[in-house]
């Protein structure tokens, strides 16, 4: 779970983009913010702080906290993309738009940001805000992308107004949209037959679900577990959407622990596999003595732990640079097709080697 920090900056950045909080005004005192978050005053100054790096907030002396919008917002809005994220400023989401801004400078163009927290309706309002400004292009990281999507018109109308969009991490089935993914069906192939490999024959996979990533990296456990000629148990497939994910670590934990028979567990990212190894120490279960674990994504998670993670690799800086520059390339009526980086896994000692059965 985020700190409280974390998430009080996240509710007023999403209000800022969305402009339930418009530019110059003033925001809620930190007593109000207090109360509205039920947390400290500190808490309340973390999370401003934060929000002031960003350039989302300026202080000014004796009046309050206004609205601000960071430089590469209030520019001209001459050669602009509009970006939507799942996600601003945590995992991995800052290094790809580090890649995409990068890019973006180098050729001229300015970076318009929006972020839906994977919900729906934000989505709706950051798409409504890019086309409200006339960007010249949208680089999108699908919400839910696994389930059926409420703002699919918004991307027809794009379609329609000659607006090109690039999809990231994900794409919509139901469009047919240039995209630029890991391949997350050998993701989830690569991380199971590296725990077959090791001699674990009990796997759990715990993959979210109403993302895609999520629906491939299943498939590729699957097949590595039918090619290894393994017993595939339903009830170690589990699986969370992005609202019950802290509810279901702790039903992993709980379940790891009830059933020691299971040796080795795949997640869905570094980030679960981060929190299902907290849970697990609470538990008295030792990685890698106990069980295995391996993430996805090779974030910074996986390296600060006190057991480094195995995991795959994900492009990150690359992904938003090939993703801006596939972008342009569109608006200049040039070529461009979807692309799928090959993940690599990452021997690091969150899985040990069994003896043979």
Known sequence: MKPKYERVADDLRNKIISKKYYV????????????????????????????????????EQGSGTYVSLPEYQSHSLNKTIGVIV????????????????????????????????????QEKLCLERMMALKVDGVIVEPTKSNQYNPNLAYYVELHEKKIPVLMINAFYEELEVDHICVNDWKSGYLATKYLIDNNHEQILSFYKTDDLQGKYRIKGFIRAISEAKLKLNPSNIVTYTTETKTKEIENVAQYLKNNPKITGVVCYNDEVASLLMDKLQEKQIV??????????????????????????????????????????????EKKVQSYFFDPILIERESVRKLSKS
């Open 24 to 59: 110059d005004q003033l925001i809620p005192s930190e007593t109000n913010l207090q109360k509205k978050f039920s947390v400290s005053r500190h808490t309340v100054r973390q999370a401003i702080g934060v929000l002031v790096n960003e350039g989302y907030l300026r202080k």
């Open 86 to 121: 799942t996600y601003l400023s945590d995992y991995i989401f800052p290094s790809i738009i580090r890649g995409i801004e990068q890019e973006l400078k180098s050729q001229g163009y300015s970076l318009l940001l929006g972020s839906t927290n994977n919900d729906h309706q």
């Open 287 to 332: 990685v890698p003595q106990d069980v295995s674990i391996i993430g996805n994504d090779d974030s910074n998670l996986s390296r600060t732990g006190k057991i480094q993670l195995t995991t795959l690799t994900h492009p990150k800086e690359n992904m938003g640079t090939m993703a801006a520059a596939s972008l342009i390339d569109s608006i200049n």
